[in-house]
């Protein structure tokens, strides 16, 4: 398989930076999915973990959803995959989830976050709090970089433990 991600560049002003260190991210994350079956993005990391591939992918839908919708935009947006009754349920329940819509929702998310971001100045104070904080737009990607560099890494065990596969 090609490698679809576009290096971030060496020396770039500091958007462009962060939007293409994020942009890489959320591809390695496509990437460690990129040809396995719907079964195989559900096996889980190894007991008691529910931990999977497939999981992954949902709660970054969320986890877009929380930050572009929610917090930079001040939007209704509940989560797509979890409650309060079931705050694991990104993770546990993906016994009937397929990686199709899976991936649909995902994709929606992070274009609405690219989409909702454009404009704006990374100095733009998020209409929502975290913890009772106001956070900028430039402090949201940063974070969002961390997230996805996080599951990303747990991206590559999964994957390395599914079918042999490794790389960056």
């Not at 999981?55 to 935009?73: C, K, N, P, Q, T």
């Not at 274009?111 to 733009?124: C, H, I, Q």
């Amino acid at each position: 398989m090609t490698d679809p991600r576009i290096d971030p560049p060496f020396i770039a002003g500091e958007r462009e930076m962060l939007e293409a260190w994020l942009d890489w991210h959320r591809e390695t994350l496509a990437v460690k999915c990129a040809g396995l079956s719907d079964e195989q993005l559900r096996e889980r990391s190894a007991p008691p973990s529910t931990l999977s591939l497939l999981g992954l992918v949902r709660h970054l839908a969320d986890v877009e959803r929380a930050w572009f919708r929610g917090i930079l935009m001040g939007q209704d947006a509940p989560p797509r995959y979890k409650s309060e009754e079931r705050p694991d349920d990104q993770f546990e329940a993906v016994a009937t989830t397929t990686a199709e819509e899976a991936f649909a929702a995902w994709r929606s998310e992070v274009a609405n976050a690219r989409e909702v971001s454009a404009d704006l100045s990374l100095d733009t104070i998020g209409k929502g709090l975290r913890h009772g904080s106001e956070v900028s737009l430039r402090w949201i990607m940063v974070h969002m970089i961390e997230e996805y560099a996080r599951h990303n890494g747990h991206a590559d065990l999964l994957r390395e433990r599914i079918d042999g596969v490794r790389g960056d």
